[in-house]
C-alpha cells in the first residue's frame, strides 16, 4: 500500500470553481483498480497550535492506493486526462508526496 498527498496551489479566488471539477471525478477515481482512498480536503480551523496552514488558495488531496502500479495507471487514466485541462486555468502548482507505511 502507499500514501499519496497531492498539495495542490490554486490562483486566487478559484478553490470553489475547482473543488466542483474535483468532485466530479472522485468516484471515477474511487471505481478504479487498486484506489483504496481518494478526496479533496482544505484546511480546518482547529485551534491548534502547530497546525501548518495552507490557506484559501489551497487543496489538498489525500489518497491511498494499493500499489505504485496502481497510482501509474490512475495518473494515465482517461478521466485524469479530461480533467486536466479543466483545471489548468486554476492550478499554480502541485506538490505530491508518495510515502509507504513503514
Not at 16 to 36: Q, S, T, Y
Not at 79 to 90: A, E, G, L, Q, S
Request: include cysteine; glycine fraction near 4%.
Amino acid at each position: 500500500m502507499i500514501h499519496v498527498i497531492a498539495i495542490i496551489d490554486l490562483n486566487p479566488g478559484t478553490r470553489d470553481a475547482f473543488v466542483v471539477e474535483m468532485k466530479k471525478i472522485v468516484p471515477l477515481v474511487k471505481a478504479e483498480n487498486g484506489c483504496i482512498e481518494y478526496g479533496p480536503a482544505v484546511d480546518l480551523a482547529s485551534g491548534a497550535a502547530d497546525q501548518l496552514h495552507l490557506g484559501e488558495n489551497t487543496v489538498v488531496v489525500v489518497e491511498k492506493w494499493a500499489d505504485l502500479d496502481a497510482l501509474n495507471v490512475h495518473r494515465n487514466a482517461q478521466h485524469m486526462i479530461d480533467f486536466r485541462p479543466k483545471v489548468k486555468d486554476y492550478v499554480k502548482s502541485i506538490k505530491l508526496q508518495i510515502l509507504k507505511p513503514c
